[in-house]
């Protein structure tokens, strides 16, 4: 899968392997953490020299010219973080209280999974093609438990020893 992560100089691009085969959330975690190699893309640099139209144009001929039947797929899915505003945003006066991302799903790849930090909260969006992807729930909620489990396992690491 793509991975796109933040850097303080902006968006960066690399490949990482999901470990969507371990059960345990700390093990997935560490071995993100591992295996994620810092990103050399500079996604800000490369998309300045590229023209809308250009890309447009390319994925047009891209579908046309079926080219996803006949290579295989640049990924399966996509993960992208986003850092929003670290401050409070209002809309009208009233606080908003969650950023969900509808990412474009591009050809072969059925499944993108964004999450937004603004403040000090972290929100998480899963788009997919039902073609591929018919059990989008499941992510959904396979997302819930494993932040549900990490917060126990860190509030049950916080509890002072007593004895």
């Known amino acids: 899968m793509v991975m796109q992560t933040p850097v303080p100089e902006g968006d960066s691009l690399g490949r990482i392997r999901l470990p969507v085969h371990l059960e345990d959330p700390v093990q997935v ?16 640099t490369i998309a300045q020299f590229v023209a809308p139209s250009v890309v447009h144009a390319g994925m047009q001929l891209y579908s046309r010219l079926e080219l996803s039947r006949r290579l295989p797929p640049v990924a399966h899915g996509i993960v992208a973080s986003i850092r929003g505003p670290q401050v ?76």
């Open 29 to 44: 975690v560490t071995d993100l953490q591992r295996q994620t190699p810092m990103p050399t893309t500079d996604v800000a």
């Open 88 to 163: 409070a945003v209002y809309c009208a006066g009233a606080g908003v209280i969650g950023m969900h991302a509808v990412p474009p799903l591009t050809e072969s790849a059925g499944l993108n999974i964004t999450s937004i930090s603004h403040a000090d909260l972290l929100d998480i969006s899963v788009c997919v093609c039902p073609d591929h992807v018919p059990a989008v729930e499941e992510i959904a909620d396979g997302i819930v438990d494993a932040v549900g489990e990490l917060r126990a396992r860190r509030k049950k690491r916080n509890r002072p020893n007593k004895g």
